[in-house]
């Protein structure tokens, strides 16, 4: 699988974003994540839709109410809207796939053996 991320840019606290993962393939049991990491910190997990049909999304809490992640059954592609954005969210986000991810690791950085490149996003106050 081969990820292509897009959408990261520079906004002022309170605003949005959209960022976009195209994949170049997926099945049903396809799981696409986004993380997230800053500058000096590990990568965290941001948001996923686990197994492309089965309904289930995830949500770090630090993103819960501010942030949506959502999938384009034609493109191929995951998507995760960002709003009300802080400056704490800066950071470079990347997307993550995997076909054989059970549920308990959804939110584990190494449960993801496909990466797409990052994309910077930075939130100033």
């Known amino acids: 699988v081969q990820l292509q991320a897009s959408g990261g840019g520079s906004v002022q606290a309170g605003g949005s974003l959209r960022l976009s993962c195209a994949a170049s393939t997926r099945t049903s049991s396809t799981t696409i994540a986004w993380f997230r990491q800053a500058p000096g910190k590990e990568r965290e997990f941001v948001a996923a839709i686990f197994r492309w049909n089965s309904g289930r999304i995830y949500y770090a809490d630090s993103v819960k109410g501010r942030f949506t992640i959502s999938k384009d059954n034609a493109e191929n592609t995951v998507s995760i809207q960002m709003n009300s954005l802080k400056p704490e969210d800066t950071a470079a986000y990347y997307c993550?796939?995997?076909?054989?991810?059970?549920?308990?690791?959804?939110?584990?950085?190494?449960?993801?053996?496909?990466w797409g490149q990052g994309t910077q996003v930075t939130v100033s106050s």
């Open positions: 993550a796939a995997s076909n054989s991810l059970i549920l308990s690791t959804v939110r584990q950085v190494d449960a993801y053996g496909y």
